[in-house]
């Protein structure tokens, strides 16, 4: 395979140099240049008093086309992790700590539309690399404005503003038989846009037992129906089908990572279970713009999703079907006065969810007797305001809190009579202060204080145990965050560190009972204490060379996560360190871009060792990664452009667990990430206007 994408490579770079065509410069703006929507404050990056990482298209198309995954672990505070291809899960300061997979405890935003369903859910592996074209992660407890989650928030963007009608094409393939499709079109004018698109995605995964495949389609349109109003709509379909190869012990792990999980007792192996996620999602949403006058607007969302899961295990066999819908508006006041800017927002948000839940006996791969039959009512609302001043003397001020209530009632129809349990989190407060200052124009500090909540999960009250546990107590929080954002050298160099202070109550944490399946517990509290640190070095400060474009960058994340007060039974884990969360990350990397075209993108990635289980006994070892993709980007004509390119990941072929399964049963923590591997592509990209 690497030798054919060396071929590739090189025969292509051969024919694209007779091209003479100069090459169209795609490196990123520096970083303090970006405008975010975060707290809806639509403001340079390095002009916000929050904690925000953010993700484009020059930081995403650094690696393989396959995931956001590395793009995300570049950044400080942020640890994406895959037990095997295509089952995620993220983690943002400590909040996977109750997630045995999927996403948990951090809220999610597609083009504006809630993607995390009322229970508390999400399903990120619906998207792939090609429905993302920018990601801001806000770290930290946000619920003064995006409601449950102690976490942070998620807010993905799918399309590029500056919009130009034409198509593009994309394929790739790499290592065990990585198979990457993508074609997408955008049509119409500037007053009514569409853009159509597919992607498939197939993989035989590095792991016995751990074949994937992927295929979603979508459409998006927006109306500019006058200039007042905006309508844009979209719709979204994903199946997804892999395999589940389980945890492996350290034996296993060490003598063969890329074995599946065998028998063990009772319970059969992964192939003999046909233990696999099949898992589809069609989701609809429309988004209205209005403003009213040049002071006063309003946003607002109206969605509804349908999920469906089938989920043969070790112990059962799951299917879920969960409907939901739900809606969101903001309204926006700004005035200018003088040398001020003032503005206050408002609105709400609500969603409703009727899940079914049926479990059956496991007969390798169909179900077989019903075990259990639930129905799911799940409801969230919360309400919001935020009060945001730009005084005189380069002050800034924001103000925000929201009121939030949320139920959930389990009917369970398979015993007699039908048992209906319920439970209600109701007026649950979420404020936020934050308070910056401009020294001079190059240097913003700034300090905040905010609170948030999390209610458990449709998932962690009904568990795979399939007890029913309504006796979960909602985690609250409350996190004290200072930083600085300055840029030097004529903007040449962007340099953004924050520490923070976060203290946990009721913290939710995971476990497995001797089979295997998950429960939760509330865990009494954490103290969690950080330093997150990123620079930016744009090395070259003029373009009229050979070497038209290099940066440098690093991000730094310091974590000291300890159970402050925590008991189980007899046992006392008060003052250990929390599972999952290693006390030291590095990420850095170089990219140099030329005028021909030809680039390069190098990252090397740190991680110290990760405690497994509440009692610290166990750790998943220390490792680095080094990878790296190099290309050539070409225009071809003006409305044309097409980039070749071929890379590689682990270099080192260095063996380490990606996706750690906590607390787990019999010690079966590791899920090998993959050794050594490469991949390879085209994209071609068509623009009828040019660009």
């Known amino acids: 395979m690497k030798h054919l994408i060396l071929i590739l490579v090189a025969s292509c770079y051969t024919f694209l140099l007779k091209a003479q065509v100069p090459i169209v410069n795609d490196s990123a703006r520096t970083l303090q240049q970006v405008v975010v929507k975060a707290y809806e404050q639509n403001r340079q990056l390095k002009e916000v008093s929050a904690a925000i990482n953010y993700i484009d298209q020059s930081q995403l198309s650094r690696y393989n086309t396959t995931s956001i995954l590395p793009a995300l672990n570049a950044s400080p505070g942020v640890r994406m992790e895959e037990r095997s291809p295509g089952s995620y899960r993220l983690n943002i300061r400590g909040s996977s700590m109750r ?22 859910n999400t399903y990120l592996n619906q998207l792939s690399y090609y429905n993302v074209h920018s990601v801001e992660v806000i770290k930290g407890p946000a619920g003064s404005l995006y409601g449950a989650g102690t976490g942070g928030a998620l807010l993905i963007n799918s399309q590029d503003e500056d919009w130009n009608p034409g198509f593009s094409l994309n394929t790739g393939f790499g290592s065990y038989q990585l198979l990457n499709l993508s074609a997408q079109a955008r049509t119409g004018t500037d007053k009514i846009r569409n853009n159509f698109g597919f992607t498939h995605q197939e993989s035989d995964g590095y792991r016995d037992h751990s074949r994937m495949r992927r295929d979603i389609g979508n459409w998006e349109t927006r109306i500019k129906m006058s200039e007042k109003q905006e309508l844009l709509a979209a719709v979204f379909y994903g199946d997804m089908y892999y395999q589940t190869p389980g945890g492996l012990t350290e034996a296993q792990y060490l003598a063969n990572p890329r074995a599946e999980r065998g028998p063990a007792g009772a319970f059969p192996g992964a192939t003999e279970a046909k233990a696999a996620i099949h898992q589809k999602t069609l989701l609809g949403g429309i988004t209205h713009h209005y403003r009213f006058n040049e002071n006063f607007q309003n946003t607002s969302v109206l969605y509804a999703t349908v999920t469906t899961i089938k989920n043969p295990t070790f112990r059962n066999y799951e299917r879920r079907y969960e409907p939901h819908f739900g809606g969101r508006t903001v309204f926006r006041w700004e005035k200018k006065k003088d040398d001020a800017r003032y503005g206050i927002l408002f609105g709400g948000e609500a969603q409703s969810g009727n899940f079914t839940v049926k479990t059956y006996e496991n007969n390798q791969g169909d179900p077989g007797a019903m075990q259990t039959d639930d129905e799911v009512l799940t409801r969230t609302w919360f309400a919001f305001v935020q009060a945001d001043a730009h005084l005189p003397g380069d002050w800034s001020v924001s103000l925000g809190a929201s009121i939030n209530n949320s139920s959930i009632a389990v009917t369970r129809y398979s015993t007699l009579p039908s048992d209906k349990i319920k439970r209600k989190f109701n007026s649950e407060w979420a404020p936020r202060l ?3 200052k401009k020294l001079v124009p190059g240097i913003l500090l700034y300090a905040s204080i905010s609170e948030g909540f999390s209610p458990p999960t449709t998932q962690e009250v009904l568990p795979s145990t ?33 520490a923070f202070y976060f203290r946990l109550k009721n913290a939710i944490v995971q476990r497995r009972d001797g089979s295997g399946a998950d429960y939760f517990d509330n865990a ?14 744009q090395l070259l400060p003029r373009s009229g060379r050979f070497v038209s474009n290099a940066k440098l960058w690093v991000s730094h994340t310091l974590n000291e996560f300890r159970y402050k007060d925590f008991k189980q039974v007899a046992t006392d884990f008060s003052n250990n360190n929390i599972p999952s969360v290693a006390k030291h990350t590095v990420a850095s990397g170089l990219d140099i871009f030329t005028r021909p075209g030809l680039y ?15 009692a610290n006994t166990a750790f998943a070892s220390s490792y680095n990664l080094l990878g790296g993709r190099m290309g050539f980007r070409q225009a071809l004509g003006k409305k044309a452009i097409i980039d070749i390119f071929a890379g590689i990941d682990n270099a080192f072929d260095v063996q380490y667990s990606l996706g750690n399964d906590i607390n787990a049963a019999a010690g079966r923590y590791y899920n090998a990430a993959a050794g050594v591997n490469y991949f390879g592509g085209v994209a071609f990209q068509f623009n009828a206007r040019g660009k």
Do not use: C, H
Not at 108 to 120: A, K, L, Q, R
Not at 466 to 476: F, H, K, P
Not at 601 to 606: F, K, P
């Open 466 to 498: 399939t007890v029913i546990s309504t006796d979960l107590e909602a985690e609250r929080g409350l996190n004290y965050e200072a930083g600085i954002k300055s840029s030097f050298l004529q903007q040449r160099l962007y340099i953004e560190v924050n």
């Open 600 to 614: 390069m993108n190098l990252t090397w990635y740190y991680s110290d060792p990760i405690p497994l289980n509440d």
């Open 524 to 537: 009494g509290s954490t103290k969690q204490e950080g330093i997150e640190s990123q620079a930016y070095y």
């Open 434 to 436: 934050a308070i910056s």
């Open 99 to 120: 997630s045995p997979f999927g996403v948990r405890n951090v809220k999610v935003y597609w083009n504006g539309i809630p993607f995390t369903d009322p229970g508390g």
